[in-house]
């Protein structure tokens, strides 16, 4: 993999990341590794039973034997110990593509392919999901280098797309994800929070443990300079041309209600939320993932 050049995980950030001591915390004792009883692939010796390969699973486990006789293909599944899913969500709308030195949607890659590395590294399981106003691409989880590698490659080929619709994505993955597992949100969402809420009680109801990260720039926080200023919406292209200083103290107001919003009804739902903004490195973000 370090022979490797990627935009967002080059082998300087793999070296950073190797060297961080949180790092073996986070996949073995944290949420993305909790260990339990399961029937799944493994190298363990006390085999179980055979089920039909999934997209996902390592080509090295499928039985040939097995597929001589019945021209399909299955995997041995054993009882071992294994490692949970980690399941990520990546907001890739027009209003992603915000940012002068960085967009929010880089920020956001940067994060990904570092938590993809991270993941995988320990054998656990990364299942990526690309979305705008609806699913773009899904790769279901998986854990080996080529599963890796094609991650990293849909990370640097993804560009910002249509409008955002994190809840009607949400809806559609669902019934995608097979394992529960962590879900993690990375997104500026722009969504109504009530349908977003609304979207994730099927993963809470099923046992998922759910992190939200706020993708922000600060320049969306404040309104400057105080002057007659053309704004165009990134998603709908519609125009209007208003002066800051009539109406910066009802933007900010109206934003920090907003995240507020979200951050109250995550506390209802025992999900994590958390403000990332685009000047901090995303490496901070991980200590998140450890509290």
Known sequence: MTKNRFKYLDPEDIRKLSSYEFAPKLLVEGYLA???????????????????????????????????????????????????????????????????????????????????????????????????????????????????????TALEKNSAGSKTSLSTALKKSFPLLKRRGTLIVISDFFDDPAAIFHALSPYLHKGFKVYLFHIL?????????????????????????????????????AIYDYMDRLREMAFLKKVDYMAAFTDTHYFKLFDRLLK
């Not at 990520?88 to 002068?100: P, Q, T």
């Not at 590395?117 to 691409?137: C, E, P, W």
Request: net charge negative.
């Open 34 to 152: 909790g260990r339990h009883i399961s029937t799944s692939r493994g190298l363990s010796t006390e085999f179980m039973d055979y089920r039909q390969y999934a997209e996902g699973d390592d080509p090295g486990m499928i039985d040939w034997k097995v597929f001589a006789r019945t021209e399909r293909y299955y995997v041995k599944t054993y009882q071992q110990e294994t490692n949970t899913c980690c399941y990520i969500f990546l907001d890739s709308s027009a209003s992603m593509d915000f940012g002068a030195k960085l967009t929010k949607l880089e920020y956001a890659s940067f994060f990904t392919a570092a938590l993809c590395y991270l993941v995988t590294k320990s054998d656990n399981q990364i299942g990526l999901q690309i979305f705008d106003n609806a699913i773009r691409h899904y790769f279901p989880p998986g854990s080996t280098g080529a599963h890796l590698r094609n991650l990293m």
């Open 217 to 253: 720039d600060r320049e969306e926080l404040e309104l400057k300079p105080d002057s007659l200023t053309l704004f165009r919406d990134m998603e709908s292209g519609e125009r209007i041309s208003v002066h800051t200083g009539e109406i910066k103290e009802a933007y900010r107001k």
